[in-house]
C-alpha cells in the first residue's frame, strides 16, 4: 500500500452533479490535508484536519464539504460545482506532535484531477 | 504575513549541466520551517528536504545541494549533472512553528533535455 491513495484520479462531472473525493492514509499520520492546484498558483490549502476534528478552514466556497471520519480517512464532497474549480485536487497527512503540528513534512497523494464541464 | 517567491517559473538545461532553483521567502516568526518537494507528471509531491530556521547548515544528498541563507531569507536548491528524470516542477515550502498551513511557492517548471 502507498502512503496516501487518492480515488479516483480523475473525474468529470457536469455543475449540477454531486461527487466525492477520498483520501486515504497508510502512514498512522493524525492530520490530513486538502490542496487545490490550478494552473500557474500556488497550492491552495482548502482544510485541515487534526486528530479528525477541523482545524483550518480557508475561505473555501459551501459547494466543497469535507469530512474526515477516522485519522486514515478524508473526504471531500462536491456539489454544484463551477467550471473555474477544475482543478487538482491533492490531499496529504502529518505526523502531529504532543498534540499539535508536526514539524516535519507532509505527505501527498497523486492527486484527484477534476474537470467540470 | 508569510510568503514564498520562486521568481523562476521554467528553466531549461542540458543534461549534465548544474543548475540552482531559487526561492525566497518572507516571515516573522522566529521558528519556521523550510521544504522543497518535487512533482514529476504523476502529480504527487515528493518530499526532499526539511530545513529548521535555526539550522543554516548547508546540506548536500547525493547530487542535490540546498544552500539556507537567512540574512538573505534564501533556501535555494542546487541539482548537480543534472538527468531527464530531474525534469518536474520543484516547489519551495514555509511552515511557521505552531500553525499547520504551509505556505507554497509557485512552483519551477524544470526541463532537462538530453
Known amino acids: 500500500e502507498t502512503g496516501v491513495t487518492q480515488t479516483p484520479r480523475h473525474l468529470v462531472m457536469g455543475m449540477t452533479n454531486k461527487k466525492s473525493l477520498k483520501c486515504e492514509q497508510h502512514?498512522?499520520?493524525?492530520?490530513m490535508y486538502w490542496y487545490k492546484q490550478s494552473a500557474k498558483k500556488p497550492l491552495e490549502l482548502m482544510f485541515v484536519?487534526?486528530?479528525?476534528?477541523?482545524?483550518e478552514n480557508n475561505s473555501v466556497p459551501s459547494r466543497f464539504s469535507p469530512e474526515c471520519p477516522n485519522s486514515s480517512h478524508l473526504f471531500l464532497h462536491l456539489h454544484t460545482l463551477q467550471p473555474e474549480d477544475s482543478a487538482l485536487y491533492l490531499c496529504?497527512?502529518?505526523?502531529?506532535?504532543?498534540?499539535?503540528?508536526?514539524?516535519?513534512?507532509?505527505?501527498f497523494g497523486e492527486g484527484s484531477r477534476l474537470t467540470v464541464l | 504575513a508569510q510568503k514564498v517567491t520562486q521568481a523562476q517559473t521554467e528553466i531549461s538545461v542540458v543534461e549534465k549541466e548544474d543548475v540552482t532553483l531559487d526561492c525566497v521567502y518572507e516571515?516573522?516568526?522566529?521558528?519556521?520551517?523550510l521544504f522543497w518537494y518535487k512533482q514529476p507528471p504523476s502529480g504527487e509531491l515528493v518530499f526532499l528536504i526539511r530545513?529548521?530556521?535555526?539550522?543554516?547548515q548547508n546540506e548536500i544528498s547525493g547530487r542535490y545541494s540546498w544552500n539556507f541563507q537567512k540574512s538573505t531569507s534564501s533556501f535555494n536548491f542546487t541539482i548537480t549533472a543534472s538527468q531527464v528524470v530531474d525534469s518536474a516542477v520543484y516547489f519551495c515550502?514555509?511552515?511557521?512553528?505552531?500553525?499547520?498551513?504551509?505556505?507554497f511557492g509557485t512552483g519551477t517548471r524544470l526541463k532537462v533535455l538530453a
Open positions: 530545513r529548521n530556521s535555526f539550522d543554516e
Open positions: 516571515t516573522r516568526d522566529t521558528t519556521y520551517y
Open positions: 515550502a514555509l511552515r511557521g512553528s505552531g500553525t499547520y498551513k504551509y505556505i
Open positions: 496529504a497527512s502529518s505526523h502531529l506532535v504532543a498534540g499539535g503540528p508536526t514539524t516535519g513534512e507532509l505527505f
Open positions: 502512514l498512522g499520520h493524525n492530520a
Open positions: 484536519y487534526s486528530l479528525e476534528e477541523r482545524v
